[in-house]
């Protein structure tokens, strides 16, 4: 199972750019789509953006479309979350997780398609 460790959330202003990182451990993250959630406060987790484990594909939420992009390195263990044009409605904790299921085709984007999760990351955007 792989293990993950987000980083890179903070306080900015809307308007500002901010780069999440997920780390991962094991030999097997390459084998595996990742995505990004996110859950603001009184709302329930929700879908960002997911990329296959090849990197070839991506998907994202609507409401990110745009401004965000997820990419990754395989050499590195990594995936990341570049956001622009951040917006107070942003302000969330952001998830990583890795699929549940090796060498998907295409990229998931539900919970259950999902077995491994990090701790979060919290990004707050003031106006």
């Known amino acids: 199972q792989v293990q993950l460790v987000a980083s890179g959330g903070r306080l900015v202003q809307a308007g500002d750019s901010l780069r999440l990182s997920c780390a991962a451990s094991g030999r097997t993250f390459p084998r595996y789509a990742m995505g990004w959630f996110r859950q603001a406060p009184g709302k329930e987790r929700e879908f960002v953006a997911a990329?296959?484990?090849?990197?070839?594909?991506?998907d994202y939420a609507d409401s990110v479309q745009g401004r965000f992009t997820v990419s990754r390195d395989n050499a590195k263990n990594a995936v990341y979350l570049q956001m622009n044009r951040l917006k107070p409605e942003d302000t969330a904790i952001y998830y990583c997780?890795?699929?549940?299921?090796?060498?998907?085709?295409?990229?998931?984007?539900?919970?259950?398609?999902?077995?491994?999760w990090g701790q979060g990351t919290q990004v707050t955007v003031s106006s």
């Open positions: 990329i296959t484990w090849s990197g070839g594909s991506t």
């Open positions: 997780a890795a699929d549940q299921i090796p060498w998907r085709v295409g990229p998931p984007t539900a919970e259950a398609d999902f077995g491994s």
